[in-house]
């Protein structure tokens, strides 16, 4: 079975010199258990995972590195590489062992591994910088989406502290330092039994936040 290249390259708006592994990516194992995408995959995968780590470090300077590994995890999971894969239409070019299935959004290791294994084979066609600018266009709109809060560290100090000890944390002032417009706040928070975990930030909200996730560092709840 053969898939047409040239029609994928102008859907995706890439050019690949290598065709063959261009079309191995979209090989599944059960159409050829020996020349299929699985090290593509791997390949694709650890490609994908440099290139949004840079990104959301860069994007999010201020934030931990607990809260940046959350947003990573959500940009990498098999979710989103599945739904990626499918609004760019690889479903239509996958090669199964069964030709006459077609591919539905619910076949999401298929369409995921499909995805990270056309990084891996545009990475050693063209380069970091070239799939670099291919990851960083198809996550676009996940990127975007990322600045969502989703870590919030305070709410889960205060379950865990309402629900073990009925009790609120304490969070305490302690400083502030830096210039007027741009001022580094640091705080104190503990609950019961713990001792005095602290945390920073460009403001006293964020500064709590950083001090609730050390403090649930420090209770290994995170």
Known sequence: MKINILKIEK?????????????????HKSFNKFLNNEKLEFLGDRVIGLVLSEKIYNLYPDENEGVLDKRLAILVKKSTCRNIAWLLGLQNFIITGNSKKKLSISDDKILSDACEALVGAIYIDQGYEYAKSFVLRV??????????????????????????YKKLPSYIFVSSKGFKHNPVFKISVSITGSKKHFGEGKSKQQAEQDGASNLLKGLSLI
């Open 11 to 27: 859907k995706l708006n890439i050019k690949l010199k290598n065709k063959l592994l261009l079309e191995k990516s979209f090989t």
């Open 139 to 164: 996550w676009s709109e996940q990127i975007n989406k990322s600045n969502i809060t989703i870590f919030d560290s305070k709410t889960k100090l205060q379950e865990y502290s309402l629900k073990k």
